[in-house]
């Protein structure tokens, strides 16, 4: 509360004239906003129509929110973290039984291997050495149902025995799986080929008595990229207020909504804060995560390589992507202290609040791990996050709620070139950035009542949690 120190017997009048959070909410620029979606639409458009990892359209990202950083030197402490991505791509695999091609898809992270022809053999959930025991697996194709661990560690076990690839079959009926062995944060080793299937495909395999073949066609490049960081150089650095969104877009469009809208808003904040010398009693970190749509692999990458210490003068994390889809809803990440961090539920509640307030409909959206708060949740600081939808469909409810286009995607252009200056709902973006003003207005002022942190093991737990790693499916 910013008035209080000059005239604290005025505290009635100082809640009247505005707290910080509704000082700064009432400072978004709707027509900033729009100004630096057309500028990164043009660094994309001078880069093939993308920003991807690896592309001078995500150079120029860099570049961009760097120079409009620095000119507020004196306000922020600003840093970049530099690491690897493993990247990888499926160029061509296939699985097939008596010279018939079965239905199957290649995990991501996947070896490479030429042709093979071997025995199935199935190893139930194939999470636990005992599952292996009394089997002869070596050079064999290991066939294990979905569920129990990550499909990492299923890789991980038929690799330690010795298989020659793995089959991991759905649990449900009626689809085929597809997925994600590991995030190419670190050396992909260890691993065998592994190939997705339906349940019935899986059951069939199990029961053939054929050989079966497959081969898988699999490469792997090694892009250097940066997280960019700034911190306020104000307020009290062991109480941190961390803001995060991502800077890459997919490779396949310009990504003005995924990422666009997330990062300029945080780009509009830092400018706002800077520029009203906005002085915090708790600091605040704005982090600008890389390699997000391969896997969360930068804001990862920054989580695992906190000290203790440092971890804990994180009092939170709050995640924020695709704030303006076309068709949108508001949607708040269902944080919920029994399984994530203590305090994520608070964040939501929050939101939620602030929703009601100004009259808006909301919807809760499962926390499944499908952006860049994951890797802070393993590592026991509480998160939060809202969204405007996805590639997916809305439903009746959800029309009569947020108005649009029922039975249609949130965002048609999802993860395409069209996600362009025309893909924005500037309505739910204005909306959004003020909710991320107030929130933040609201935290650093003051984390009275905010639980406390500590580090608790739940990297486990998180794991079965958070199903997805980004897009993909990870457990
Ligand atoms: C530009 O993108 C198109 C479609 O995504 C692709 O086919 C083409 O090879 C790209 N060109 C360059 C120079 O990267
Ligand atoms: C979004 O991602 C693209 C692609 O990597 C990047 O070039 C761009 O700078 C990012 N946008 C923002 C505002 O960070
Ligand atoms: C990334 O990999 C390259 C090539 O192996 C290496 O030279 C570089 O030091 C690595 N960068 C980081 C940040 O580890
Ligand atoms: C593997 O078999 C496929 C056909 O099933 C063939 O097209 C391919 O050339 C073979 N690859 C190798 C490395 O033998
Ligand atoms: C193969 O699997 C995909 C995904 O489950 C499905 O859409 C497609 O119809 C299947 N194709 C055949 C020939 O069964
Ligand atoms: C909220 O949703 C209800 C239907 O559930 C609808 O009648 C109402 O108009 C919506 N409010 C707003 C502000 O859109
Ligand atoms: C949406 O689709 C369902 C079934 O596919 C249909 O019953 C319903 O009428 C459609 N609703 C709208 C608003 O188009
Ligand atoms: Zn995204």
Request: aromatic share 8%; hydrophobic share 40%; charged share 20%.
């Given at each position: 509360m910013r008035l209080v120190y000059w005239c604290w017997c005025l505290a009635l009048a100082s809640v009247t004239l505005g707290s910080l959070a509704e000082e700064l909410e009432a400072k978004v620029n709707v027509v900033d906003l729009r100004l630096k979606a057309e500028h990164l639409f043009h660094i994309a458009s001078l880069s093939n129509n993308t920003r991807?990892?690896?592309?001078?359209?995500?150079?120029?990202?860099?570049?961009?929110?760097?120079?409009?950083?620095?000119?507020?030197?004196?306000?922020?402490?600003?840093?970049?973290?530099?690491?690897?991505?493993?990247?990888?791509?499926?160029?061509?695999?296939?699985?097939?039984?008596?010279?018939?091609?079965?239905?199957?898809?290649?995990?991501?992270?996947?070896?490479?291997?030429?042709?093979?022809?071997?025995?199935?053999?199935?190893?139930?959930?194939?999470?636990?050495?005992?599952?292996?025991?009394?089997?002869?697996?070596?050079?064999?194709?290991?066939?294990?149902?979905?569920?129990?661990?990550?499909?990492?560690?299923?890789?991980?076990?038929?690799?330690?025995?010795?298989?020659?690839?793995?089959?991991?079959?759905?649990?449900?009926?009626?689809?085929?799986?597809?997925?994600?062995?590991?995030?190419?944060?670190?050396?992909?080793?260890?691993?065998?080929?592994?190939?997705?299937?339906?349940?019935?495909?899986?059951?069939?395999?199990?029961?053939?008595?054929?050989?079966?073949?497959?081969?898988?066609?699999?490469?792997?490049?090694?892009?250097?990229?940066?997280?960019?960081?700034?911190?306020?150089?104000?307020?009290?650095?062991?109480?941190?207020?961390?803001?995060?969104?991502?800077?890459?877009?997919?490779?396949?469009?310009?990504?003005?909504?995924?990422?666009?809208?997330?990062?300029?808003?945080?780009?509009?904040?830092?400018?706002?804060?800077?520029?009203?010398?906005?002085?915090?009693?708790?600091?605040?970190?704005?982090?600008?995560?890389?390699?997000?749509?391969?896997?969360?692999?930068g804001s990862s990458f920054y989580a695992d390589s906190l000290t203790e210490k440092e971890n804990l003068k994180i009092r939170l994390m709050l995640d924020y992507d695709m704030l303006a889809l076309p068709n949108y809803a508001f949607e708040i990440y269902e944080g919920d202290d029994l399984v994530d961090p203590v305090g994520s539920q608070q964040i939501k509640n929050k939101y939620s609040e602030w929703y009601a307030l100004h009259g808006l409909n909301y919807t809760f959206i499962p926390m499944d791990g499908r952006l860049d708060y994951v890797g802070f949740a393993q590592q026991s600081i509480p998160v939060g996050g809202i969204a405007t939808g996805a590639e997916k469909l809305k439903l009746l409810e959800e029309m009569e709620m947020f108005g649009g286009v029922a039975n249609e995607s949130f965002d048609q252009c999802y993860h395409q070139t069209c996600d362009n200056l025309q893909n924005l709902n500037y309505n739910a973006w204005e909306t959004n950035s003020k909710l991320i003003f107030n929130t933040l207005g609201s935290y650093a002022e003051s984390l009275n009542g905010f639980p406390a942190r500590h580090l608790v093991a739940t990297k486990s737990l998180a794991d079965l949690r958070y199903m997805y790693r980004g897009d993909e499916l990870f457990i």
């Open positions: 991807a990892i690896g592309s001078i359209g995500h150079e120029g990202t860099l570049h961009y929110i760097t120079r409009l950083l620095r000119e507020h030197q004196g306000f922020y402490d600003i840093s970049s973290q530099t690491f690897n991505v493993t990247f990888n791509s499926i160029r061509d695999y296939q699985v097939s039984v008596d010279g018939q091609a079965v239905n199957a898809s290649a995990f991501y992270y996947s070896p490479a291997t030429g042709n093979v022809t071997a025995r199935a053999v199935a190893v139930e959930l194939g999470c636990e050495e005992n599952d292996y025991i009394d089997i002869d697996i070596k050079g064999c194709l290991a066939v294990a149902q979905r569920g129990g661990c990550t499909f990492e560690r299923k890789a991980q076990l038929a690799k330690s025995f010795d298989a020659a690839g793995l089959v991991i079959y759905n649990s449900v009926p009626g689809e085929g799986l597809k997925g994600t062995l590991t995030r190419g944060n670190d050396e992909v080793g260890g691993l065998v080929p592994t190939f997705g299937m339906s349940l019935e495909d899986g059951l069939k395999l199990v029961n053939s008595v054929s050989e079966v073949s497959f081969f898988m066609d699999s490469a792997f490049e090694k892009i250097e990229t940066r997280n960019i960081i700034a911190e306020t150089k104000t307020g009290d650095h062991d109480n941190i207020v961390l803001l995060g969104s991502h800077l890459d877009s997919v490779e396949a469009g310009p990504g003005i909504n995924d990422n666009g809208s997330g990062s300029i808003t945080l780009l509009h904040l830092a400018q706002t804060l800077a520029e009203n010398n906005i002085q915090t009693e708790n600091s605040i970190r704005l982090i600008w995560f890389s390699a997000e749509e391969v896997g969360l692999i």
